[in-house]
């Protein structure tokens, strides 16, 4: 039970640390959600089941299901509601600068 | 087990903080709502942890709570900027 808990946690910290450098490198608002979105609800899940695997067969299981259930639908829809306002708000999605050369 | 737990649970501080970032430099609203919503799941996994590591499960319903209204929040917020940028095109 420790061994998977401890694999769904480096899992959690992999994804983190991903998220958090496409969160600061990506040049434009849409590619910055999007990196914001996947990963960050990947590296949250991920750290969920491994709390499960923790805690075992306990009402703190029941409670972690529900949680995990309810961040499982709110993050990605919030994640298309700052789309929606970014895309009303007229902002352009990045292209690739021409070539120079 | 238990330092594994405190381990990540320093980790989850220092990478909130690190998504913070983009609050407070992002040039635009949606940069600055990105960067909290990720924020605000950093540390609802924060919270969790500390439940999970001190064994009390009191924690879990602060978690939960913190959830709904971090997704409250960010509702309220976008359907104000949404309302004004909708009728600013109108007036134009």
């Known amino acids: ?101 | 087990m238990v330092v594994i737990l405190q381990y990540l649970t320093y980790f989850l501080i220092l990478s909130s903080v690190v998504s913070a970032i983009r609050v407070f430099i992002g040039p635009s609203v949606a940069d600055r709502l990105t960067g909290l919503n990720m924020a605000g799941a950093q540390i609802l996994a924060l919270l969790v942890v500390i439940s999970i590591a001190n064994n009390r499960s009191i924690y879990l319903d602060v978690a939960l709570v913190y959830d709904i209204f971090g997704f409250v929040g960010i509702l309220a917020i976008t359907r104000y900027f949404t309302r004004r940028s909708n009728t600013h095109e109108e007036d134009a």
């Open chain 1, 1 to 101: 039970m420790t061994i998977i808990a401890c694999v769904f946690f480096a899992l959690g910290v992999l994804f983190n640390v991903m998220g958090n450098i496409g969160v600061l490198l990506f040049p434009d608002i849409y590619t910055r959600l999007q990196a914001s979105s996947t990963c960050s609800t990947t590296s949250v899940l991920s750290i969920f089941i491994g709390c499960m695997f923790l805690a075992g067969w306990s009402p703190m299981t029941g409670r972690l299901l529900v949680i995990t259930l309810f961040f499982f639908v709110t993050n990605p829809i919030s994640t298309h509601i700052i789309a929606g306002c970014a895309w009303q708000s007229g902002m352009v999605p990045w292209r690739r600068p021409p070539q120079s050369h």
